[in-house]
């Protein structure tokens, strides 16, 4: 087969009712256990905008949470913060989950869900003051993938991962 009869055709969507939420797993029971029972409390509560990529309307394919954050001054690096306002913070946009159902994992979706997410995450810092993208990695593999998008490590927390609003309007989204 080629690649284009492999393509499977998907659209990101705020997450709703419609969309089956039982038949995901993507192999780690708290990402599947949150998508499952929390992600729409979350959503309908201001907590967290999780957003879904979906085939056939309403078969998830992958999701991601993003959530307003702030990170404190001394926690990033002084080359980020030279020329920052005198704030204990800075405002950021928390990735706190994203994940792939294992059916379409190695297919490109987990860097398709984190380019979405950092778009969108973009385009909204001009609406919602963010300075930058945080993400807490659950293990090794994954600071490998944000690694690989250009994210950095935090000094004194090596599984918290960030990349600058600057940086993120480098990239071709």
Do not use: N, W
């Amino acid at each position: 087969m080629s690649k284009d009869q492999d393509a499977i055709l998907f659209s990101f969507e705020p997450l709703t009712r419609k969309h089956d939420r039982e038949a995901f797993s993507c192999g780690s029971a708290p990402l599947d256990r949150y998508l499952k029972t929390q992600a729409r409390q979350d959503a309908s509560r201001g907590f967290a905008a999780p957003i879904v990529a979906v085939t056939g309307g309403k078969t998830i394919i992958a999701y991601y949470t993003l959530a307003s954050y702030s990170v404190g001054v001394r926690e990033l690096p002084e080359d980020e913060t030279k020329g920052l306002p005198k704030y204990p913070d800075v405002p950021a946009t928390l990735l706190g989950r994203l994940a792939v159902d294992q059916e379409f994992r190695g297919q490109g979706f987990g860097g398709h869900m984190l380019l979405h997410a950092l778009k969108r995450s973009y385009d909204l810092s001009s609406e919602i003051a963010s300075f930058l993208v945080v993400v807490d990695a659950k293990d090794d593999t994954a600071i490998a993938f944000y690694e690989h998008y250009g994210f950095k490590r935090l000094p004194d927390r090596p599984d918290r991962l960030y990349l600058p609003m600057k940086q993120i309007a480098k990239l071709d989204l």
